[in-house]
């Protein structure tokens, strides 16, 4: 069996138990290794890879990996960053609404905002502002009197 065949057959079979599952999984660092071993056993022995090739792959992917996480933290400290703040939303093309943001949620990776009860992606945030609170000072003073 060629590596190519190989890594035919671990896609289809990733893309099918994708289907039945219906939600989309991405590669992770151990079917990379899978994915190497599956290479390094069927590669021609009289051409084989380079070690420095497998090394600068791995470092790619690994690379991947810490700009992936990266991001994910990224897009949490900014949804953490609108608690407490007034926030205009876009629902759908003909809905928007509006509120303050009242807790952070993570759902399968991806971070969303609370408001009025209902879980937001950040993607729908329109605006953002302060919240005004009904605490402000009259300007009175009633120590004078």
């Known amino acids: ?13 990733t893309s099918s138990a994708d289907t039945v599952s219906g939600s989309q999984q991405a590669l992770t660092q151990q079917d990379f290794l899978q994915l190497l071993v599956s290479q390094m056993e069927n590669q021609d022995p009289l051409d084989p890879q380079s ?3 497998m090394a600068a792959e ?4 690994t690379s991947l990996q810490q700009t992936t996480a990266m991001s994910s933290s990224l897009a949490m400290m900014q949804a953490d960053s609108l608690l407490g703040s007034t926030v205009n939303l876009q629902v759908d093309a003909q809905t928007t609404a509006s509120g303050v943001v009242q807790g952070v949620l993570l759902q399968n990776g991806t971070p969303q905002i609370l408001v009025n009860g209902s879980a937001y992606n950040l993607s729908q945030v329109v605006s953002v502002a302060p919240t005004v ?3 402000a000072s009259s300007g009175s003073d009633s120590s004078t009197q």
């Open 58 to 61: 791995m470092a790619q992917f």
């Open 133 to 135: 609170t009904g605490a």
């Open 51 to 53: 070690d420095t090739q």
């Open 1 to 13: 069996m060629s590596s190519v065949t190989s890594i035919a057959n671990y896609t289809s079979n």
